[in-house]
């Protein structure tokens, strides 16, 4: 498994913004071959910035991601947005259990 977590920061102006851009694309990018979750949060310490959550079932799924429309579109929409540098951070992982 490959989880990516994305850190942004955009003007407070903008946040909202953002967040729409990545709303509108999260059905296309769930449906995507080996995408486990995509998720989108807001931070609560500030009104500038948001994280974006990643599970793909390998590197393979996670590069036809990087390499795709939706991907395109929301760097598109987000790059002019933006107050500093996305970081990205990739994790190989193993689940372990779920426990519901």
Same mark, same amino acid.
């Given at each position: ?21 990545? $709303?509108?694309?999260?059905? %296309?990018?769930?449906?995507? #071959? ?5 998720? &989108? ?11 974006? &959550?990643? %599970?793909?079932? $390998? ?20 790059? #002019?947005?933006?107050?500093?540098? #996305? &970081? ?5 992982? $193993? ?6």
């Amino acid at each position: 498994m490959l989880i990516a977590i994305l850190d942004l920061h955009t003007a407070a102006a903008e946040r909202a913004a953002a967040l729409a851009q990545l $709303d509108r694309e999260r059905a %296309e990018i769930a449906a995507m #071959p080996g995408n486990l979750a995509f998720r &989108v949060y807001a931070a609560r310490a500030d009104d500038t910035g948001v994280t974006v &959550v990643h %599970e793909w079932e $390998d590197a393979a799924s996670f590069a036809a991601y990087l390499d795709s429309d939706a991907f395109a579109r929301s760097g598109a929409v987000l790059r #002019p947005l933006l107050t500093a540098a #996305p &970081v990205s951070r990739r994790f190989r992982a $193993d689940l372990l259990e779920t426990v519901a």
